[in-house]
């Protein structure tokens, strides 16, 4: 059995530095009011000694704990299928690791679970939380005001209980949806349908007011609910094509969906585009790119939306590094989007 060598200690790091230890516990813990060159004296003894800091103490002096929450409002199911998800974590941890702060991945099988994240915000172990894919209905928003955790939603919160003042990160939706049904219009096609998202979220429902900003009074037959999914993009282009023989175009909310279609079109001898042409939402390369034909979608910037709540929640947090780039109280901010052109339309 072999001698385990004893963790650097905060004196030992005074006495290599030649300063004293409150200097030390200072810079390591991020205050201010010590010089420039002691600064740089005490960051080189932290490396030759290797030393880290027990979280713990660090935590009684800066009142932070470095971690914070992704609450996803949506089963492991669903997230680890679908990439959005990937991209929107992987904008969200690039952010937090460039200002070494830990992500804490919380997730939601039920409503069970949303008390168990409730009490878990409660607890203090996290500065904040990020949260997205919320539903209307969901209880998450009243638990987190009730922890009093600082908090940035994806997308724009769709409560109705009169809270404001929420911050978020949101892609005009609205906006994509208008500009994908104009190109389909522009294309020569009259019967031109919409396969929704769940439309207790409020990016499923903005996209389907862009759709009927363009078609106005069309049929509503024309108009199918579905859940974001492949699967749920095949049941609703079946059952378009059941009632409505004659779709000659279909915008679907995301392009998993869009996926789904495209694979009953071809099931069904339909051409695409020549017969149909099919519009998706996100400009998820991995799915656009590989569907037959590859799909014209509307491209909103998955990743940059996770780096921005992160930036956003961490400016509210107080965070030098992240306040380099801006002044003032943070602000919900919402990405433009725009269409990208592939052979599906």
Same mark, same amino acid.
């Given at each position: 059995?072999?001698?385990?060598?004893?963790?650097?200690? /905060?004196?030992?790091? *005074?006495?290599?530095?030649?300063?004293?230890?409150?200097?030390?516990?200072?810079?390591? &813990?991020?205050? @201010?009011?010590?010089?420039?060159?002691?600064?740089?004296?005490?960051?080189?003894?932290?490396?030759? #000694?290797?030393?880290?800091?027990?979280?713990?103490?660090?935590?009684?002096?800066?009142?932070?704990?470095?971690?914070?929450?992704?609450?996803?409002?949506?089963?492991?199911?669903?997230?680890?299928?679908?990439?959005?998800? *990937?991209?929107?974590?992987?904008?969200?941890?690039?952010?937090?690791?460039?200002? @070494? &702060?830990?992500?804490?991945?919380?997730?939601?099988?039920? $409503?069970?679970? =949303?008390? $168990?994240?409730?009490?878990?915000?409660?607890?203090?172990?996290?500065?904040?939380? /990020?949260?997205?894919?919320?539903?209307?209905?969901?209880?998450?928003?009243?638990?987190?005001?009730?922890?009093?955790?600082?908090?940035?939603?994806?997308? !724009?919160?769709?409560?109705?209980?009169?809270?404001?003042?929420?911050?978020?990160?949101?892609?005009?939706?609205?906006?994509? *949806? !208008?500009? *994908?049904?104009?190109?389909?219009?522009?294309?020569?096609?009259?019967?031109? %349908? =919409?396969?929704?998202?769940?439309?207790?979220?409020?990016?499923?429902?903005?996209?389907?007011?862009?759709?009927?900003?363009?078609?106005?009074?069309?049929?509503?037959?024309?108009?199918?609910?579905?859940? +974001?999914?492949?699967?749920?993009?095949?049941?609703?282009?079946?059952?378009? #094509?059941?009632?409505?023989?004659?779709?000659?175009?279909?915008?679907?909310? &995301? @392009?998993?969906?869009?996926?789904? %279609? /495209?694979?009953?079109?071809?099931?069904?001898?339909?051409?695409?585009?020549?017969?149909?042409?099919?519009?998706? +939402?996100?400009?998820?390369?991995?799915?656009?790119?590989?569907?037959?034909?590859?799909?014209?979608?509307? $491209?909103? @910037?998955?990743?940059?939306?996770? !780096?921005?709540?992160?930036?956003? /929640? #961490?400016?509210?947090?107080?965070?030098?590094?992240?306040?380099?780039?801006?002044?003032?109280?943070?602000?919900?901010?919402? #990405?433009?989007?725009?269409?990208?052109?592939?052979?599906?339309?």
């Amino acid at each position: 059995m072999t001698d385990t060598a004893p963790r650097p200690t /905060l004196e030992a790091v *005074a006495a290599r530095a030649g300063v004293s230890r409150a200097t030390v516990s200072r810079v390591v &813990n991020g205050g @201010d009011g010590v010089r420039e060159p002691l600064v740089a004296r005490v960051r080189r003894a932290v490396e030759e #000694l290797g030393y880290v800091p027990n979280q713990a103490a660090r935590s009684l002096v800066t009142k932070r704990h470095d971690a914070v929450a992704v609450v996803i409002a949506e089963p492991e199911t669903r997230v680890f299928a679908d990439p959005f998800f *990937a991209l929107q974590l992987r904008g969200i941890s690039k952010e937090l690791t460039a200002h @070494d &702060n830990q992500l804490v991945l919380l997730l939601t099988e039920g $409503r069970d679970d =949303h008390a $168990r994240v409730g009490r878990y915000l409660a607890g203090g172990h996290v500065d904040g939380a /990020l949260v997205f894919s919320l539903h209307l209905d969901d209880p998450l928003p009243g638990l987190i005001q009730h922890a009093g955790v600082p908090t940035v939603f994806g997308g !724009r919160p769709g409560w109705s209980d009169g809270r404001g003042g929420a911050l978020y990160v949101d892609s005009d939706n609205r906006g994509g *949806a !208008r500009e *994908a049904v104009r190109h389909l219009a522009a294309l020569g096609r009259t019967r031109i %349908a =919409h396969i929704t998202g769940p439309l207790d979220q409020t990016s499923a429902a903005d996209r389907l007011d862009g759709f009927r900003d363009v078609m106005g009074d069309s049929d509503p037959g024309l108009v199918v609910e579905s859940d +974001f999914t492949p699967a749920g993009g095949e049941r609703a282009m079946r059952e378009l #094509l059941d009632r409505h023989p004659d779709v000659d175009a279909v915008f679907a909310a &995301n @392009d998993l969906t869009a996926a789904g %279609a /495209l694979r009953v079109l071809r099931e069904r001898g339909r051409r695409v585009p020549e017969d149909v042409a099919v519009i998706g +939402f996100d400009d998820m390369v991995p799915v656009a790119e590989q569907t037959d034909p590859p799909l014209t979608t509307v $491209r909103q @910037d998955i990743e940059e939306m996770g !780096r921005l709540m992160a930036r956003l /929640l #961490l400016r509210r947090l107080g965070d030098k590094g992240a306040e380099a780039g801006g002044a003032g109280t943070p602000s919900s901010v919402v #990405l433009p989007t725009t269409l990208v052109r592939r052979a599906s339309a």
